[in-house]
């Protein structure tokens, strides 16, 4: 059974910093493009970052440039999502997703077709 599953919310003060971890199961992410999302409450689901298979290239928001990091670990089956310099705006939950399709546009939701549970982050002070 293919699963992904977040960790690493929390509540952070704004200007704090966060590690989300997607770990994947029943698969061999290295394969897979993988994304992560975020949707903040009232709001649509918005793709904030990407690595893609093999090389690993990224790409990321411009919302959440030269603050987030996108990483893997292909020996962890993990993918990773530093955050720092954490505003209120930041605030939401965040997910990952993975594809072996290939993707057009990586940071589109329709993109993907496996979809972790999400975990929250909360930046406040």
């Known amino acids: 059974q293919l699963q992904l599953v977040e960790t690493g919310g929390g509540l952070v003060q704004p200007g704090g910093s966060l590690t989300l971890s997607c770990a994947a199961s029943?698969?061999?992410?290295?394969?897979?493009?993988i994304g992560w999302f975020r949707q903040a409450p009232g709001k649509e689901r918005e793709g904030v970052s990407y690595?893609?298979?093999?090389?690993?290239?990224?790409v990321y928001a411009d919302s959440v440039k030269d603050r987030f990091t996108i990483s893997k670990d292909n020996a962890k089956n993990t993918v990773y999502l530093q955050m720092n310099s954490l505003k209120p705006e930041d605030t939401a939950d965040f997910y990952c997703?993975?594809?072996?399709?290939?993707?057009?546009?990586?940071?589109?939701?329709?993109?993907?077709?496996?979809w972790g549970q999400g975990t929250q982050v909360t930046v406040s002070s």
């Open positions: 997703a993975a594809t072996n399709r290939g993707v057009g546009d990586p940071l589109q939701a329709y993109e993907y077709d496996y």
């Open positions: 029943g698969f061999t992410l290295e394969y897979y493009d």
């Open positions: 690595i893609s298979r093999g090389r690993g290239l990224t």
